[in-house]
């Protein structure tokens, strides 16, 4: 009878919630930990303390990606982003992922434009997120409110 040698690959992909383990084989450390963020306007600087891993791959939600292992990305809006990390290790992988939401700066009003016949309260001053309109003899026809650019809010 002729002896015959085979070799046989076992690849394991198994995709699982974020922050687990994705692939692992007996003997084989995949890679753990997490990552965090700081946001200045839309500009995200990502921190990886991931462990284990000789690879990464991340997904900032907005279509663009990164190879690097602590990157910053530039999101062209504001919103919510889903955000993952991929980690490869030696012959594992791990998935991280998090919602991060990018809030659009508050509108400041600075100025008012005075009325003889009437009396305007706006408070506070300056404003942050919400304005408080109170009035006393006559009323304008309209009011439109600015920002810093001069642009109607």
Do not use: H
């Not at 015959?4 to 007996?26: E, K, M, N, P």
């Not at 690879?55 to 602590?70: A, L, R």
């Not at 009396?119 to 942050?128: A, D, L, Q, R, W």
């Amino acid at each position: 009878m002729k002896k015959s040698v085979f070799v046989v690959l076992l690849f394991i992909t198994t995709y699982v919630a974020c922050g687990q383990v994705q692939g692992r084989l007996s003997g084989c450390d995949a890679p753990t930990g997490t990552f965090s963020f700081t946001i200045s306007n839309k500009r995200v600087t990502f921190s990886n303390s991931v462990v284990g891993a000789t690879s990464w791959k991340w997904d900032f939600g907005d279509g663009n990606t990164s190879t690097s292992k602590e990157p910053t990305n530039i999101y062209a809006t504001y919103g919510r982003f889903n955000v993952c990390l991929t980690a490869f290790g030696d012959c594992a992988q791990s998935l991280f992922c998090t919602t991060i939401m990018l809030p659009p700066p508050p509108q400041v009003v600075t100025a008012v434009e005075e009325f003889s016949e009437s009396s305007i309260k706006i408070f506070p001053n300056p404003v942050i997120n919400q304005l408080i309109v109170a009035f006393s003899g006559l009323l304008p026809e309209n009011i439109t409110i600015v920002n810093q650019s001069g642009s109607p809010l």
